[in-house]
């Protein structure tokens, strides 16, 4: 596509339900990147993959998220038994490869757990 | 660990007033450095990039950043700002320490009135 795809756009949830956000980046994309918004938090990483593998899950909060690349493009990112606290726009980016080429942002997924 | 700290979270300038936005990162290698902006109710986008060269870059809508490798800044200036300048934007540094990732900054909220 044109452009990174992220699905749903907006998630409202309920404490203790699991979730999953999708992730379409644009096509040819190598590395492809996870980053969470908070009011006043700016952006936190949360995982980059490269091709299939995820070199650095590092920002991955709790056990209770995950995340997986399928054929070196869709992501999904799963966040199991939510809490209020998971409440975020969750963003994604893809770039064409790992060596900095501009990275190109989703319009991400507003998650609101009640 | 690298770091990017943005010292001005919420600016307010009247229409035609100069901006000069502060950013400082805390890495020792080689550096790619990156002003994103999020204009209300859209995806960020990319305002500039510097990977080598000329320090003095010019990104898209007048914007221009200068990066000082003795003062590991990279502030992001406008002569002149016009109202749809209104926007949150965010400095980045491309970090090649390990894997791959951007790391970026709190942001800065820029209002200017009209």
């Known amino acids: 596509g044109a452009g990174v795809s992220q699905s749903p756009s907006n998630k409202v949830t309920e404490k203790g339900k699991d979730v999953e956000l999708r992730c379409d980046p644009i096509?040819?994309?190598?590395?492809l990147y996870w980053y969470r918004q908070s009011l006043g938090q700016g952006l936190e990483f949360l995982i980059y993959?490269?091709?299939?593998?995820?070199?650095?899950k590092s920002g991955l909060p709790s056990d209770r998220f995950s995340a997986e690349r399928t054929g070196g493009s869709v992501s999904t990112l799963t966040i199991q038994r939510t809490q209020q606290e998971d409440s975020a726009v969750y963003l994604c980016a893809s770039s064409r490869d790992r060596g900095f080429a501009e990275a190109f942002f989703g319009q991400g997924t507003r998650l609101t757990v009640v | 660990a690298q770091s990017v700290s943005q010292h001005n979270h919420h600016v307010i300038l009247s229409e035609a007033a100069s901006l000069e936005l502060g950013c400082n990162y805390s890495y020792g290698g080689t550096v790619n450095l990156f002003w994103y902006v999020q204009y209300p109710g859209q995806h960020l986008q990319l305002l500039l990039k510097y990977f080598s060269g000329d320090p003095l870059v010019k990104g898209i809508k007048g914007f221009e950043a200068e990066f000082i490798k003795s003062k590991f800044s990279f502030n992001l200036r406008k002569p002149s700002v016009q109202w749809s300048d209104t926007a949150e934007y965010f400095c980045?540094?491309?970090?090649?320490?390990?894997?791959?990732?951007?790391?970026f900054g709190t942001g800065t909220r820029l209002k200017v009135l009209a």
């Open positions: 980045a540094v491309g970090s090649t320490s390990g894997t791959y990732k951007y790391i």
């Open positions: 096509s040819g994309h190598t590395a």
């Open positions: 993959f490269q091709g299939n593998s995820a070199p650095d």
